[in-house]
């Protein structure tokens, strides 16, 4: 049995204010290639559909296609849940329905613990929910964190769990542990938002979905996919992919990952404000990816964002990194001096950081002039 | 073949600041009862299923649940569009699953005009369209107005309809007309946003969402159902209802209408406030339906709206209904007087208006006292 597991598409997500709707659709289209070549017996989607409880209406007509093609066109099974990005209600709305064709939807929890069979294989699904929602679901007020939730349920589906069958669970939540072995010990859960990994002990692999690295989790049996695409700049340098699981009817299975290549991807550069600008540095780029820029210039830029746009069209953020403990030196040398400047030396050492002209006396006569007026009229007051 | 024709859910609608959700699901759960009775070969809903494109969470619960009932559970066909109300490309996700159970749901309009057939019944589906998206869909730069749209649309499907078979449009659309007859003649179509009800002369039954009153048109083949509910004062008087039609197989058919019957009426209620708050009146209303009152009172009343809550907890509005008349002689009247009242005796005028108690000589001598005592302040300033 083979099955794909992907998670957090976060459709609708805007990342410093740009729709991500197109990538996602280009990436998904390749996600589309991947179940025809794969042929896989099921699609497993772990959460994080949506960006947010509304998404915008393209979000929604691209979800409803590319679901389509995947269960419809390519008669692939679907099983999927809603992550704390999704509107569980949204959701699941139609989920009735889409049962016929194999596409397996849990927006809301339920207190029904029964898998999902395909192939041989059990799916137990465990949408996101709220401590509170469980404890209320489950009637058992010793819950109180997504812990003690997610032990709660797991037990339930224990009373009926084949442990010789191939069980697998999908959820989403921020799971912490690392390999099971006795040298290493699980990490204490400390924030009522982790879940130990040990928990998940009884499935022959755990499908989640939240975290958007693939490595979050080094566990050989509970593990990320990792998101669909590069969502912020601090993950720009994690690989993203999907995971192909392969596995044999007592729950062992191959595990591999298959990488999809955005046309944009999200990455960070680094470097004087000349040098980016230079022909020789930037034919050499892939100019339209989504990217954080640092400038390394000391002093001031005279509009560097737009500058920068028409070599880079997707600057989504710029930041100047600037040497502090240098500034600081500067500044207390400054200090130590003690002597106020004047404000033509002033507006001199302005005019200097802004331009690359020379200050010459002409301009100093005009400036001199305009400090003098105005030093007259504060004067007055 | 029979079909019930409804339309104007409107769920998840605000009245007043009161959700009518639990009124609408008491309603549709009626409707559900009379879908099992009648057993139709199909539910036609003429759209605006939902009030907003964003309806609350508890609302699309409540479709989606009613709509199973009668698609899967009754194993009825339905037949339903978009209407001004809802969001085209939120009520169609998931529709090309739905198809399988034949709940043939169009939310977006497209240039394909391929009816739905069922029990030999072609159904044209046309969800409620902007003119210019009309124009770009059918790249016809002379559309623009709703009865521009709605022709060249119905052009569109008299290119392949078989004017022998039995042929019912699905429309949501402000439509205007009469009895088709010589005697009389169409309304001119003055507004952009009316279409003309000659229009659809090639079909057997035009079945119409959008206004609310099943009243609204009086021709033999093009029809409202009108809304579920009342959904404001202004409907307190229509009769609220459902279709039932039965068409043979050229495209005749009997057509009645069914009442659903709501715990709570909304309807319009007048009277001075001690007739409305007497035993002997109350104990014969139906105390808990959504009410309008209007108060005949004259002169000020103390706090009647919690007042009147007590007997009739579901007032939605209250206004009171003064003889303007009157009042504009009183006004004239005293502007004829000419004489400026001192404060003490505006203030007993007031004392009068808000209390029936005495306004004794204690009473004015501390309010004199008040009254100086500010005057004096004024004067300091």
Request: charged share 25%.
């Amino acid at each position: 049995m083979k099955f794909i597991h992907t998670a957090d598409w976060h459709l609708g997500k805007l990342v410093h204010g740009v729709y991500m709707t197109e990538n996602q659709r280009e990436v998904l289209e390749q996600f589309v290639q991947v179940v025809a070549e794969e042929q896989p017996d099921a699609v497993v989607i772990a959460g994080d559909l949506y960006d947010r409880s509304v998404p915008p209406t393209d979000a929604v007509e691209l979800l409803d296609e590319i679901l389509f093609k995947i269960n419809v066109e390519l008669n692939t099974p679907i099983v999927s849940i809603a992550g704390n990005h999704d509107s569980a209600e949204r959701l699941s709305f139609g989920s009735s329905w889409y049962k016929h064709s194999q596409f397996y939807l849990t927006g809301k929890l339920t207190n029904t613990f029964n898998p999902i069979q395909i192939n041989g294989v059990n799916f137990y699904l465990v949408p996101y929910a709220e401590p509170g929602v469980v404890r209320q679901i489950l009637d058992d007020d010793s819950i109180h964190s997504h812990h003690d939730a997610m032990k709660a349920l797991i037990g339930k589906m224990e009373e009926t769990l084949n442990p010789n069958e191939p069980n697998v669970l999908v959820g989403h939540a921020f799971v912490l542990g690392g390999k099971t072995s006795d040298s290493e010990r699980i990490l204490s859960v400390g924030g009522s938002g982790c879940v130990g990994a040990e928990l998940f002990e009884p499935f022959s692999y755990t499908a989640l979905g939240h975290l958007h690295s693939p490595d979050a989790i080094n566990h050989q049996r509970v593990k990320y996919s990792g998101s669909l695409l590069k969502y912020s700049f601090s993950e720009a340098k994690q690989n993203k992919s999907i995971s192909i699981i392969e596995m044999d009817d007592i729950g062992q299975f191959k595990h591999r990952y298959r990488s999809l290549t955005p046309t944009h991807d999200m990455r960070e550069l680094e470097g004087h404000l000349d040098e980016l600008l230079d022909p020789g540095f930037y034919e050499k780029q892939r100019v339209h990816d989504y990217l954080k820029i640092s400038l390394l210039d000391e002093g001031a830029l005279i509009d560097p964002i737009n500058k920068l746009r028409q070599v880079y069209p997707n600057v989504l953020h710029l930041e100047r990194k600037i040497d502090m403990t240098d500034m600081k030196k500067k500044q207390s040398y400054n200090a130590m001096q003690g002597d106020k400047k004047t404000e033509i030396e002033l507006f001199e050492e302005f005019y200097h950081e802004m331009t690359s002209a020379e200050f010459t006396d002409d301009k100093k006569a005009v400036m001199a002039e305009v400090i003098e007026k105005v030093l007259k009229e504060e004067g007055a007051k």
